[in-house]
């Protein structure tokens, strides 16, 4: 059976390419979608959806109003959220209040499918662009590395394998080990362990 989704976001345009990119996948159905929060309420009441990804700025309520609500029914939805901003303020609202995900929305398209399936499993799942925050990567460093090597950093921190990885993002695991080695240039990092050292390291002072 297909999974359930409502979608709340206040821009038609970009929850209509959303909404699109969700059900080209195939094994979810998006059952109501809303324009605010008080919408999103009522839709999720109504359909009682496997997931909610509700857009952080809306009217009436915003999603973190619908989000906080939510999360005192004895069976709710996991929340995803989408932002347009990296701010870590936000970020950690999101996962204090009860967020498994947490989407920009400029690579909402892009990552929406491995969000919910990371998410389906019972995982968290961040955009890359958030990723340092919790990763304890600097942001200077971020930056240098491509939206596929954040993503792969973000599943090295997850003890992902290369197996593993290459499995989610529909890649080989040539490529996964040649994204690994990028990084590790990219950071300054030596040796076949040295990125998940890294990352053990920098997860201890955060």
Same mark, same amino acid.
């Given at each position: 059976?297909?999974?359930? /989704?409502?979608? &709340?976001?206040?821009?038609?345009?970009? *929850? *209509?390419g959303?909404?699109?990119? /969700?059900?080209a996948h195939g094994n979810y159905k998006v059952v109501a979608?809303? @324009?605010? @929060? &008080?919408?999103?309420? +009522? &839709?999720?009441?109504?359909?009682?959806?496997?997931?909610a990804i509700l857009d952080i700025s809306m009217p009436v309520m915003d999603g973190f109003d619908v989000l906080t609500k939510g999360m005192t029914w004895a069976n709710p939805p996991a929340f995803i959220m989408l932002t347009m901003y990296d701010d870590k303020p936000y970020l950690d609202k999101a996962l204090e209040y009860g967020a498994k995900g947490y989407l920009l929305k400029d690579l909402a398209e892009e990552d929406i499918l491995?969000?919910? +399936?990371?998410? @389906?499993? @019972?995982?968290?799942?961040l955009s890359p662009g958030v990723a340092h925050h919790l990763l304890g990567v600097p942001q200077a460093q971020q930056n240098d590395l491509s939206p596929t090597e954040r993503k792969v950093l973000m599943l090295v921190s997850d003890y992902k394998t290369n197996a593993e990885i290459a499995e989610l993002l529909s890649a080989s695991v040539r490529t996964i080990e040649n994204h690994r080695a990028h990084i590790c240039k990219k950071l300054g990092l030596h040796g076949p362990h040295a990125l998940a050292?890294?990352? &053990?390291?920098?997860?201890?002072?955060t």
């Amino acid at each position: 059976m297909n999974k359930t /989704i409502v979608v &709340a976001d206040d821009h038609p345009i970009f *929850r *209509r390419g959303l909404v699109e990119m /969700i059900l080209a996948h195939g094994n979810y159905k998006v059952v109501a979608e809303a @324009g605010n @929060g &008080a919408e999103a309420i +009522e &839709a999720i009441l109504k359909h009682h959806p496997d997931f909610a990804i509700l857009d952080i700025s809306m009217p009436v309520m915003d999603g973190f109003d619908v989000l906080t609500k939510g999360m005192t029914w004895a069976n709710p939805p996991a929340f995803i959220m989408l932002t347009m901003y990296d701010d870590k303020p936000y970020l950690d609202k999101a996962l204090e209040y009860g967020a498994k995900g947490y989407l920009l929305k400029d690579l909402a398209e892009e990552d929406i499918l491995h969000c919910l +399936e990371m998410v @389906g499993q @019972g995982r968290h799942y961040l955009s890359p662009g958030v990723a340092h925050h919790l990763l304890g990567v600097p942001q200077a460093q971020q930056n240098d590395l491509s939206p596929t090597e954040r993503k792969v950093l973000m599943l090295v921190s997850d003890y992902k394998t290369n197996a593993e990885i290459a499995e989610l993002l529909s890649a080989s695991v040539r490529t996964i080990e040649n994204h690994r080695a990028h990084i590790c240039k990219k950071l300054g990092l030596h040796g076949p362990h040295a990125l998940a050292q890294y990352l &053990a390291d920098q997860n201890k002072t955060t």
